[in-house]
């Protein structure tokens, strides 16, 4: 069974960081590319960031670009996303997702609250 | 990276059928085949019930289904049922990846 893990969410001060974490199970995780999206309260999902199976390629939305970074262990079957001067913008449940196929998320974790 | 424009709220009797329509632009909806809906129930992690515009993941009931004409994309929900009540987005490859603001759908 697929499972998606997120971990490390909770309150910061703006301009602060956090690094949020997902551990994945039940796939083999190092032959898909992974996400990040997130969901401010009462409003609507977006994309933040994707990683490539091996890391050689990421991609982030504008508004995150410079101070947030997607990376990944393949050892350890498990995501980060590093978040850095943060805004209250920012404020969202985070969730990651297994991407497959081109903009396709076939599996959630439950997400993580980050306050700013 | 500009949102997809989706109605915020539609309904339906159960049985019937609701459309719901995702607008984005020659950027994303309208250059790429890579249209995914997916539907978040309060409090629950979004769950894929659509990709590349009209296929469905296994387990996921023939009622509903997609389709794209120029930067429009649409989800139909068939034979409406109770359980079908949620919040649905729509998704393109846009370079990145762009979501719709979300439609709640009321089943009556």
């Known amino acids: 069974e697929v499972q998606l893990v997120e971990s490390g969410g909770g309150l910061v001060q703006p301009g602060g960081s956090l690094r949020v974490s997902c551990e994945a199970s039940?796939?083999?995780?190092?032959?898909?590319?992974m996400s990040w999206v997130r969901q401010a309260p009462g409003k609507g999902l977006e994309w933040v960031a994707s990683i490539r199976e091996d890391e050689s390629e990421t991609n982030y939305v504008g508004s995150v670009k410079g101070r947030f970074t997607i990376a990944r262990d393949n050892a350890k079957n498990s995501l980060y996303l590093q978040m850095n001067s943060l805004r209250a913008e920012d404020s969202a449940t985070y969730y990651c997702a297994r991407a497959n196929g081109v903009a396709v998320y076939d599996y959630w974790g439950r997400g993580t609250l980050v306050t700013v | 990276q500009s949102a997809l424009t989706q109605p915020p709220s539609t309904s339906g009797s159960p049985g019937q059928s609701v459309t719901i329509s995702c607008t984005g632009s020659?950027?994303?909806?309208?250059?790429?085949?890579?249209v995914s809906w997916y539907q978040q129930h309060p409090g629950k992690a979004p769950k894929l019930m659509i990709y590349e515009v009209n296929k469905r993941p296994s387990g996921v009931p023939d009622r509903f289904s997609g389709s794209k004409s120029g930067n429009t994309a649409s989800l139909t929900v068939s034979g409406l049922q109770a359980e079908d009540e949620a919040d649905y987005y729509c998704s393109s490859y846009s370079g990145g990846n762009v979501f719709g603001g979300g439609t709640k759908l009321t089943v009556l």
């Open positions: 020659s950027s994303d909806v309208g250059s790429y085949n890579y």
């Open positions: 039940g796939f083999p995780f190092s032959s898909y590319w």
